[in-house]
């Protein structure tokens, strides 16, 4: 029942500024952990940044200063604002988020489909 559609993705210049977003839908509790993932061609899937449902954030070193990841709890929704960015940022970016349905469930992962973001040099 829980559905995560990201957005904002598209094709920048190097050097260029991206904005994705990552609404949460459906039934939904609570959102603990949400994140951003990246998968680019001919290599696995890598964590592109994480924030806790108390506004902790974690980013991987390839990202660290040039993405910030935010959140709108009333909204569900999480956001990468991604700056500067470089050739080998391109990738399919998707959002996960660990949700509670309802009081009696346990949390478990949900994932977006992606959005693909192409940055030209």
């Known amino acids: 029942q829980v559905q995560l559609v990201e957005s904002g993705g598209g094709l920048v210049q190097a050097g260029g500024s991206l904005r994705l977003s990552c609404a949460a839908s459906g039934s939904i509790f609570n959102i603990n952990t949400m994140g951003w993932y990246r998968q680019a061609p001919g290599k696995q899937r890598e964590l592109v940044a994480t924030i806790t449902s108390g506004g902790s954030t974690n980013y991987a070193d390839s990202v660290k200063g040039r993405f910030t990841i935010s959140r709108d709890n009333a909204k569900n929704t999480v956001y990468l604002q991604m700056n500067s960015l470089k050739p080998d940022d391109t990738a399919v970016y998707y959002c996960?988020?660990?949700?509670?349905?309802?009081?009696?469930?346990?949390?478990?992962?949900?994932w977006g489909k992606g959005t693909l973001v192409t940055v030209s040099s």
């Open positions: 996960n988020a660990d949700i509670r349905i309802s009081i009696g469930a346990l949390y478990k992962v949900y």
